[in-house]
């Protein structure tokens, strides 16, 4: 049964259950303090494949075939997939996935797919509308970066605030099945599109923490919560800048979060591999979530996390026309 | 309450109300068959904008607004919206729709996005989710040809198997409010990712039409009905050429279809208006949908009808890398 709080929290009384998750990463973020928490590791770029478009496919294959194991289901028991990515008309999901023949909802919110996904998935299981459900996605840094910054050979600089894409992918597998404890979705918050007119995509962190601030306070409001009563609250790719400013933003609110906030972007790479702000891309909250923080959750070293995934929900022709970026954040309470 | 019948098909026991609905197009849509069916018409192909892509967007702002007037709901009482829409990264919909704020779920379905979003829609107002929930898509032929068939000056000829994207907009407000009789969704289908290996991104509804069959035979096998049941079974864009391979391919599973199909593509435009195999795009069943459909059901002219949308899920990209062309079809039935 699912519960409306506010206008746009939601409560799942009976709490769908993570019965499969994992995790996949390339070689860059393999060098990075999460490398133990992956489940595979692409250390070929191309992972066997002729194209970024169809290396990054791979990872989301992977992704959900190993998480389907691990939940010891197989594609034909999952009734709904969720799944979407950063290229044009998404599809590294769609060329990914089409061989699973599952019912697919093709899903688009940037940077935060992971978490929108997730939350999709956690409605149809909860409704009854199926028994299982899935949702994974990806991103890839060298599609991502043919799609945005090509022609490369220009040579852009990148600025201190820029982030870098993370290769990797993340799967999560949702179940009403009466088995062992295991880590479930409680509430879920859906993001509206804050737009406070930052023009700068090599700042994304600063576009996007405002839409964080925003989906954050309605959260705690809804549930009449704070961050102390959470063991962790996450973000997908806020970055250092964005990770900060958020900070100042639920300040201003009267939340104090920052002893209580990890960032993804932050998380998955070393300081010294020269990506700036921090990782971002679907792939980034996605390969953290379905590795590190799930781990931990099923591990019982933290009962009551947020995750929160963030998305600037821009496109080359936006930019080109100088729009600002408008971003949106979503969040999902994940409890053991 | 939602109950699951087969692998994908789900049933809406309370049936959500489709208690506003709307349809906006462009001046070539409006001299065809269907022009006293739209809400508004746009003669100005700019819309007021000063590029193709605010047009779009304004479309999409339009066709929520006047949803929501008809539903006489404020932007406020609509819980969840789902949104998307054919340019990279969405756009038309998030720039669109970002001064509504209202929590937003962006979909990507190509073509199929508006039945995508209708029954997410219906999902979070059947399971109680919310009270209110909105759909809505578009696409625009310029903002369109500018992404898909740049540099124009090329004048690449188009083939007789070609669509024509059409400018429109359709949007649907659902509802579980104890009104008076509204059309209702009471069954839907998931599509399934169906690839036969089409690679002629002119010949659309040759590379849909599988993907059409594939949905409309696990709908009437979930639901033990066949063609005689309903009185239209609309598909959203097949054309021409994909509504005969769509009977072929339900002829041979014992389904003849024929007398009871229309397909929108076809429906709104004249024959003699260049338009070839028929429109195209995300507001091609959008604002066939959300204008001549729903006015028919309203009017009790039609009382049980099957609408499927159905959309290609290639890039340039994936076209320039030689791949064939996965399609995906959505399946709602709507009753009176």
Same mark, same amino acid.
């Given at each position: ?9 939601i ?10 998750f994992s ?8 060098q990075?303090?999460?490398?133990d /928490?992956f *489940?595979k590791?692409?250390?070929d770029?191309?992972?066997g494949?002729?194209?970024w478009?169809?290396a990054?496919?791979?990872?989301q ?7 389907l ?5 197989s ?8 799944a979407?990515?950063?290229l044009?008309?998404c599809i ?7 061989d ?7 899903q ?5 797919t ?6 999709m ?8 509308a ?13 599609s ?12 852009g600089?990148?600025p ?5 894409t ?33 023009? *700068? ?11 964080a601030? *925003?989906?954050l306070v309605?959260?705690?409001? /809804?549930?009449s919560?704070?961050? /102390?009563d959470? /063991?962790?609250?996450?973000t ?6 964005g990770?900060k400013?958020?900070y100042?933003?639920m ?16 998380m ?8 700036h ?13 379905g590795g590190h923080?799930?781990?931990?959750i099923?591990?019982r ?17 936006s930019?080109?026309q100088s ?5 949106i954040?979503?969040?999902v309470?994940?409890?053991?």
């Amino acid at each position: 049964m699912i519960k409306s709080l506010g206008s746009s929290t939601i409560q799942f009384i009976d709490m769908p259950k993570i019965i499969g998750f994992s995790s996949v990463a390339g070689k860059k973020e393999a060098q990075g303090p999460l490398k133990d /928490d992956f *489940d595979k590791i692409f250390y070929d770029m191309h992972a066997g494949q002729q194209t970024w478009e169809k290396a990054e496919s791979t990872l989301q294959k992977e992704a959900l075939s190993i998480a389907l194991q691990k939940a010891q289901y197989s594609a034909e028991d999952i009734s709904f997939l969720f799944a979407g990515d950063l290229l044009n008309q998404c599809i590294s999901s769609s060329y990914g996935l089409k061989d699973f023949h599952i019912p697919y909802l093709g899903q688009y919110g940037a940077c935060s797919t992971m978490v929108q996904g997730l939350i999709m998935a956690s409605v149809m299981v909860e409704s009854k509308a199926c028994f299982a459900s899935a949702c994974v996605t990806s991103s890839h840094f060298c599609s991502a970066e043919r799609q945005y910054r090509f022609p490369l050979d220009y040579g852009g600089q990148r600025p201190q605030s820029a982030q870098w894409t993370v290769t990797g992918a993340g799967s999560c597998i949702l179940t009403s099945e009466n088995t062992k404890q295991k880590p479930s979705v409680k509430y879920a918050t859906v993001g509206k599109i804050v737009d406070l007119g930052v023009k *700068d995509q090599n700042n994304m962190g600063a576009a996007m923490a405002p839409a964080a601030a *925003d989906t954050l306070v309605r959260f705690f409001k /809804d549930t009449s919560s704070n961050a /102390d009563d959470y /063991d962790m609250i996450y973000t997908g790719d806020l970055g250092k800048i964005g990770s900060k400013l958020l900070y100042e933003l639920m300040k201003k609110e009267g939340y104090d979060i920052s002893c209580k906030h990890k960032d993804c972007g932050v998380m998955i790479y070393k300081d010294d591999l020269d990506v700036h702000a921090g990782g971002s891309g679907c792939g980034c909250c996605a390969s953290v979530l379905g590795g590190h923080i799930l781990k931990k959750i099923s591990n019982r070293e933290m009962n009551n996390v947020l995750v929160m995934a963030t998305g600037a929900l821009l496109s080359l022709t936006s930019v080109s026309q100088s729009e600002s970026i408008p971003s949106i954040a979503h969040l999902v309470n994940i409890v053991m």
